[in-house]
T-cell receptor
Framework: AQSVTQLDSQVPVFEEAPVELRCNYSSSVSVYLFWYVQYPNQGLQLLLKYLSGSTLVESINGFEAEFNKSQTSFHLRKPSVHISDTAEYFCAVTSSGGYQKVTFGTGTKLQVIP | DSGVTQTPKHLITATGQRVTLRCSPRSGDLSVYWYQQSLDQGLQFLIQYYNGEERAKGNILERFSAQQFPDLHSELNLSSLELGDSALYFC?????????????FGEGSRLTVL
């Protein structure tokens, strides 16, 4: 069985400040990891993913996440947030190989304060 | 626009009733996933279909059922509705059933049970 824990349900941060959204996972096998973003009244969109290779992955809008196997973490970071980053962010995990479901965390609401 | 279409966008019904939610996946995507999003439970995986066949089952109640048709669209049937079934129901699609890639989410169907 696999699970994802997002400890912070809400994270307020001032505009242009850095932010880190935490994600820890649990799985007995190799995993793929994802961050999805949900803007108000919209569906989820993939932000970035780790499948293999470099443990640091980046998105096109400045977010990055680092896969840390020893700490079973996949924290999301951005050095300087914008108002437009206000959204809910979901960490997700699936086991590599086979026909596997994707398990999502409970989400973290990022509120960027002007 | 993710390319995944869900209907209806909003639905209000009474307890004990039955509703059908419809999902058209992106062109070319063979896998369809259903998720339930509620305030207290977060994003819960319900069920996955691949090319018409059930591939994985999550926390789907016996009162709920789903199917994927030959044209690859999918329907989620919810019966004997209870107040607690009020939620946002998302459909997502992907190219393959082996989830190494991206899930594309529709905008959801918001169900309100009164």
């Amino acid at each position: 069985a696999q699970s994802v824990t997002q400890l912070d349900s809400q994270v307020p941060v001032f505009e242009e400040a850095p932010v880190e959204l935490r994600c820890n996972y649990s799985s007995s096998v190799s995993v793929y990891l994802f961050w999805y973003v949900q803007y108000p009244n919209q569906g989820l969109q993939l932000l970035l993913k780790y499948l293999s290779g470099s443990t640091l992955v980046e998105s096109i809008n400045g977010f990055e996440a680092e896969f840390n196997k020893s700490q079973t973490s996949f924290h999301l970071r951005k050095p300087s947030v914008h108002i437009s980053d206000t959204a809910e962010y979901f960490c997700a995990v699936t086991s590599s190989g086979g026909y596997q479901k994707v398990t999502f965390g409970t989400g973290t609401k990022l509120q960027v304060i002007p | 626009d993710s390319g995944v279409t869900q209907t209806p966008k909003h639905l209000i019904t009474a307890t004990g009733q039955r509703v059908t939610l419809r999902c058209s996946p992106r062109s070319g995507d063979l896998s369809v996933y259903w998720y339930q999003q509620s305030l207290d439970q977060g994003l819960q995986f319900l069920i996955q279909y691949y090319n018409g066949e059930e591939r994985a089952k999550g926390n789907i109640l016996e009162r709920f059922s789903a199917q994927q048709f030959p044209d690859l669209h999918s329907e989620l049937n919810l019966s004997s509705l209870e107040l607690g079934d009020s939620a946002l129901y998302f459909c997502a699609s992907s190219v393959t059933s082996k989830v190494a890639g991206e899930l594309f989410f529709g905008e959801g169907s918001r169900l309100t049970v009164l």
